[in-house]
């Protein structure tokens, strides 16, 4: 490194917030909060974002996605590994075939290998008998190469696949992708019903294979006044058959094939597209993620808000995958590899949560492949305003807008305020309906009155029945609000939501309902219960929470974020399948879940402190009568007097409108995505950034949001910002990043953290403590975290003391010594002050230590007196900052020594078991629970997990449905082949000929 590089990354203590306080005053507000003329210089966006953004922080206090950055290299020890062997037996294979070729195929041959798989087949069942075929064939084409006997049964299979592969290039074709294309229909054989015969697979291979043509040809030559190009929607009758069988969809809705058959959908217009909650949206999107993928041999990418949204249709999803030939691949927590595996041969659809869809489209721009992508599908867009994550799709939707050609964009929500200027944002066409297949009907309950929810009454109530209660006078007391009354009108028969503004209230709730309801609930679904509990204290290492160990023998459970994924996960399949017919939660459930639900009731019109929005209020009530679930659905809001008129306006008015939120925290995510668009090479003189943001929501708003003269500013004061923490350099005209800001954008670091990282890092490589996890986890403990826990210092001084020596040492060097500790915890006054964000930071990587060591997260808790909640979202942000710290170092040549590390303690946090679950804990939605009853039923690796029958399965393992048995095989299927495709691949590149090898002539030119 030079001096001058060394100059650009120089640490300085800069007071930033002070610094931004004042460079970025900008008078933003909503115009709905300003006055007539003009915005009162006092009116800050900055400030009305900020309290939007509260607002949304806590409505989302579970926003599970805490991973928004790079974190590709998981797997690469074993990938290397695996390259090798491949490579070699690549190697084999093209000796081998040399000798084969000189044979003659004779019928003999094909007769000989028929008898002996006939032979074979008899003992086992059929799908692992196909399988067993599948691997056959392979290990034969591997030993004899593609010219050896084939057995007669897939003649046809290999001639429809060979008319696939003669358009492909000679090189790197059928011999190289025999690996893949066996793994394909193993995988085909293994997902299709188990008693499908080969011969009526490759039957059906070959038709599909023939409709996919046809179809795509039918794409390529559509002029845009064709509105029709196949069987079903311009995909083959397999997707048809596969929705009713994958999905008991027999029919579409008139409005989903009014909507698919948009003259704007035909165009592939961007679109949005907005119908109240249950409208069935999902399916329109995917039936046109299917045409991209199919047809129009595209990659797609589909944004969802939430990590278990994200796993939910990644295991939905699988299935299509495996019979269509496409990949799903997940970007959800610790998943998903940047840039993405480059495919030759299949279509990738993207599953992603906001943040990892981001770097997601960073990546391929950066890579040049943009244009793969052909449709980039946002669920609930109305997200775009909320808050920091509203400001992460902004700048993902954005720069699609601007780099991509062709690539289309569609949004779906069933609570958009302002279509228009959403519209206008991503040049889209809107279609909107107010279908609901299930009728749901709103009510609110004052006192003892249930009044029925109707906009066309005066004040909007109208009476509808008095509430049956009998109640004591204790019961009056503990229950003022007849929830128990509300309740037992549905419980046990059918399934009840109780939405609670706080996580502690859940609980009492839960636990308040229990006290009353009678004996015979106990009697229900016992086993299943008893099983159920008994999972719950499995996830726990033994302890169950008493919470739950009280009211799930009644049928009853709490849901929020201060539960394990894996208990949450247990609980909404538990409730799924009936064994528990209520559950009370807050807010976790209420966006996207297809859960039973006949009544919703609300506890209050708060979601803690702050009054319900209407979207809050209508993604929580539009959680009752879900299609196929439920026949009917009903909500009942609890209202007090004081709260009659402003709840008024919550069950009627219309919905809010969603403003930008790059101005957020002073301009946040406009400096965030100002740095990224110089870093990816998108803009490099202001100019041209000038042109990009006018593809923002920003601009679209600017007037609204009262920054007519302000856009300008505010690029300038982002500009002077990112110069004064040299992140960016300006060179006349053209503005480029300098190393720490490559690094910064590259591991999505926080602008106002980079320096700080920079130096504790170059402070670590002085004395970098490796005979434990210790310093390495101290930085990845995410500096945001800090102010979250205030350190117990009796416990702080217990744990420091059984440090060893060395440790002590090393906690000693980055500002926490033993004496410190020790004072405090004596309560003695400490002369020698430290940097309390050091001290607690240290207390932080001290519960991650213990937790590494003891894999028990009820141990840690108790430990340290914090919620496992809590310590649960501290591993997952502290795995999302490891990857993070990661790619930044990656850019930093110093940094070289942090990479190997880095990477092997990514993997650690991320699954946070014993390293022989991990594989099986890849799988989406397998947890530690169910990946221990897999392994204890000899389920060991991915590859057991691919090839199970999903009916032994679910019978082998207690309480696996055959439903989520299929999905679990099937997402297994999925990522075996999706990893050996990517080997498949690297294998084809490493053998390629490069393009521009010197050729003879060429070097005795020279
Ligand atoms: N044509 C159809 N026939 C039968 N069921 C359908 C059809 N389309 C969708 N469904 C089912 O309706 C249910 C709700 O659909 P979906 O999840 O797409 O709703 P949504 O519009 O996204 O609602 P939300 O806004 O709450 O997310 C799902 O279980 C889905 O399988
Ligand atoms: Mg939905």
């Given at each position: 490194?030079?001096s001058?590089?060394?100059?650009d ?33 006092s ?16 409505f989302?206090?579970d ?6 950055d790079?974190d590709?290299l ?69 030993q004899?190469?593609d ?11 290999s ?9 492909r ?27 499908a ?9 070959a ?13 390529e030559?559509v ?8 069987p ?17 969809i ?17 165009r ?9 909650t ?11 993620i299917l ?15 939430y ?26 927590g610790?998943?998903?590899r ?25 990546s ?11 449709l ?10 909320d808050?920091?994550?509203?400001a ?5 939707l ?24 959403l ?15 299930v ?117 009853v459970?709490?849901?929020?974020s ?9 609980l ?6 009936g064994?528990?017919?209520l ?38 009530v ?17 209202l ?53 943001l006018?593809c ?32 960016i ?13 490559k ?16 130096r ?41 003391t ?23 915890a ?55 900052f490891?990857?993070?710290?990661l ?7 110093e ?28 799988v ?5 629970a ?9 389920y ?49 590149d ?17």
């Amino acid at each position: 490194m030079n001096s001058a590089e060394k100059r650009d990354i120089r640490i300085k203590r800069v007071s930033s917030r002070k610094r931004s306080r004042e460079s970025s005053q900008i008078h933003l507000t909503p115009e709905r909060k300003r006055g007539p003329e003009k915005c009162p210089q006092s009116c800050r966006i900055s400030s009305i974002m900020a309290e939007q953004q509260e607002q949304a922080a806590e409505f989302c206090s579970d926003s599970e996605d805490l991973f928004g950055d790079y974190d590709s290299l998981l797997q690469d020890s074993s990938l290397l590994a695996k390259l090798d062997n491949a490579e070699q037996s690549e190697r084999q294979r093209d000796v081998q075939r040399d000798f084969t070729n000189l044979r003659t195929k004779t019928s003999a041959d094909v007769l000989t290998d028929s008898i002996l798989e006939a032979l074979a087949e008899e003992d086992l069942p059929p799908s692992m008998q196909q399988f067993q075929d599948q691997v056959q064939e392979t290990r034969s084409r591997l030993q004899g190469g593609d010219q050896t006997s084939t057995p007669l049964k897939n003649i046809e299979t290999s001639t429809s696949l060979r008319n696939k592969e003669d358009s492909r290039p000679p090189r790197g074709g059928a011999s190289r992708r025999s690996v893949a294309d066996a793994l394909k229909r193993a995988m085909l054989g293994n997902a299709a019903s188990p008693a499908a015969a080969s011969r009526s697979a490759a039957l059906k291979e070959a038709v599909l294979s023939e409709e996919i043509s046809v179809a795509r040809q039918a794409m390529e030559e559509v002029s845009a006044e064709t509105p029709d190009l196949g069987p079903f929607f311009g995909l083959p009758t397999r997707v048809k058959e596969l929705m009713l069988r994958l999905k008991g969809i027999q029919n579409l809705y008139e409005w989903q094939e009014t909507c698919l058959n948009l003259q704007s959908v035909q165009r592939r217009k961007n679109l949005i597209y907005s119908l109240p909650t249950s409208g069935g949206k999902t399916l329109v999107a995917e039936i046109l993620i299917l045409r991209e993928l199919l047809c129009r041999r595209k990659d797609a990418l589909f944004i969802l808000p939430y990590i278990s949204l994200v796993q939910e249709k990644v295991r939905g999803l699988a299935s299509f995958g495996v019979e269509l030939d496409f990949l799903v691949e997940e970007y959800a927590g610790s998943k998903g590899r940047f840039p993405p595996v480059k495919r030759k041969h299949r279509r990738s659809l993207y599953v992603a949560t906001i943040e990892k869809a981001h770097s997601l489209v960073n990546s391929l721009i950066e890579n040049q492949r943009i244009d793969d992508l052909g449709l980039v599908v946002v669920d609930e867009l109305h997200m775009l305003g909320d808050g920091s994550r509203g400001a992460i799709i902004e700048m993902t939707l954005a720069k699609v807008l601007y780099t991509a050609k062709s690539t289309q964009i569609i949004g779906m929500s069933a609570t958009l305020g302002n279509i228009r200027d959403l519209q206008t944002f991503l040049r889209a066409e809107n279609y909107t309906n107010d279908f609901r297949p299930v009728q749901l009907k709103e009510y609110v309950k004052l006192q003892g009155t249930i009044y029925e929810v109707d906009p066309k009454e005066e004040d909007c109530f109208r009476f509808s029945r008095l509430l049956n209660f009998k109640y004591s006078s204790s019961m009056q007391k503990l229950d003022p609000d007849h929830i128990i009354a509300m309740v037992t009108e549905v419980i046990p028969t059918h399934s009840c939501l109780v939405f609670c503004p706080t996580k502690k209230n859940c609980e009492n709730v839960g636990g308040m309902i229990c006290r009353y309801l009678r004996e015979d609930f106990l009697r229900l679904h016992e086993p299943e219960k008893v099983l159920l509990l008994r999972q719950l204290r499995e996830s726990g290492g033994g302890s169950v929470c008493p919470v739950l160990r009280r009211t799930v023998p009644y049928g009853v459970a709490y849901h929020h974020s201060g539960l394990t994924g894996e208990e949450r996960r247990l609980l909404e399949e538990a409730y799924s399948c009936g064994t528990l017919c209520l559950l009370t939660c807050t807010s976790t459930l209420a966006a996207g879940v297809n859960l039973p639900a006949r009544r919703v009731i609300l506890r209050s019109p708060y979601v803690a402190a702050d009054f319900l929005k209407r979207s809050q209020y209508k993604q929580m009530v539009g959680r009752a009568g879900r299609a196929g679930i439920d026949s009917e659905g009903e909500s009942i809001l609890i209202l007090q007097d004081k709260d009659r008129l402003t709840a008024k306006t919550l069950v009627c008015a219309p919905m809010e409108s969603c403003f930008s939120n790059l101005m957020l925290d002073e301009g946040k995510g406009l400096r965030t995505l100002i740095l990224s668009l110089i870093g990816l090479n998108i803009t490099s003189s202001v100019q041209q950034l000038q042109d990009f943001l006018r593809c923002t929501l920003l601009f679209v708003q600017q007037k609204q949001l009262c920054v007519q003269t302000g856009l300008e500013e505010a690029l300038q004061h982002s500009l002077h910002f990112l110069q004064e923490k040299e992140l960016i350099t300006a060179e006349g005209e053209t503005l480029s990043v300098t190393r720490l800001g490559k690094a910064t954008y590259k591991g999505s670091v926080d602008l106002l953290y980079s320096s700080v990282l920079y130096r504790d890092l170059s402070k670590g490589l002085e004395g970098l403590l490796l005979n434990s996890f210790l310093h390495l986890l101290y930085l990845v403990t995410p500096y945001d975290m800090v102010h979250q826990c205030k350190p117990g210092w009796m416990l702080y001084y217990t744990q420091f003391t059984l440090l060893s020596a060395a440790e002590q040492r090393m906690s000693a060097s980055v500002g926490v010594p033993e004496s410190f500790v020790a004072r405090k915890a004596a309560g003695q006054t400490v002369r020698k002050s430290a940097n309390m964000e050091v001290v607690s930071r240290m207390y932080l990587a001290l519960v991650l230590f213990s937790l590494l060591k003891d894999l028990n997260l009820w141990v840690v808790s108790d430990r340290f007196q914090l919620s496992r909640g809590f310590i649960q979202s501290l591993l997952s942000s502290s795995c999302s900052f490891c990857s993070c710290v990661l790619h930044f170092t990656e850019e930093l040549e110093e940094f070289w020594p942090f990479r190997a590390l880095l990477t092997e303690l990514t993997r650690r946090l991320s699954y946070c078991v014993t390293s022989e679950l991990i594989p099986l804990m890849e799988v989406a939605g397998v947890m530690e629970a169910r990946a221990k009853q897999l392994y204890n039923a000899g389920y060991k690796t991915l590859t057991h997990l691919a090839n199970a029958d999903a009916a032994v399965l679910s019978n082998t393992i207690e309480n696996l449905h055959r439903k989520q048995a299929n999905q679990i095989v099937a997402s297994a299927k999925m990522l075996l082949s999706e990893k050996a495709a990517a080997l498949q691949e690297e294998v084809d590149d490493l053998l390629t000929l490069p393009k521009d090898l010197p050729s003879a002539d060429a070097l005795r030119s020279l």
